[in-house]
Nanobody, 120 residues
Framework: QVQLVESGGGLVQAGGSLRLSCAAS????????MGWYRQAPGKQRELVAA???????NYAGSVKGRFTISRDNGKNTVYLQMNSLKSEATAVYYC??????????????WGQGTQVTVSS
């Protein structure tokens, strides 16, 4: 069974920084893309940033230049460094991974979410 466990959320003032982490564990054969999504109250879940196994990255326009996604393939962990946070970044942040297991093949997995609150 695969688990994605996020950490690092919390309350921060506008202009501050937070670093989110997400570790994947279980019977994982390989991980392709990993990413972060967020969902604010009353809004749809949206992509924040994604990174492939080769290190190619993709960002939402609203976070480019302020957020940085990275990963440690040896630890099956993805990070999101968030700088210059704005109040509109307040949301639940979800980790996502497209990975392969020997039992189930390719699958799309989600973490439980971590709350990020930016006070203005």
């Amino acid at each position: 069974q695969v688990q994605l466990v996020e950490s690092g959320g919390g309350l921060v003032q506008a202009g501050g920084s937070l670093r989110l982490s997400c570790a994947a564990s279980g019977s994982i054969f390989s991980i392709n893309a990993m990413g972060w999504y967020r969902q604010a109250p009353g809004k749809q879940r949206e992509l924040v940033a994604a990174i492939t196994s080769g290190g190619s990255t993709n960002y939402a326009g609203s976070v480019k230049g302020r957020f940085t996604i990275s990963r440690d393939n040896g630890k099956n962990t993805v990070y999101l460094q968030m700088n210059s946070l704005k109040s509109e970044a307040t949301a639940v942040y979800y980790c996502n991974a497209e990975l392969f297991t020997l039992r189930s093949g390719r699958g799309d997995y989600w973490g439980q979410g971590t709350q990020v609150t930016v006070s203005s």
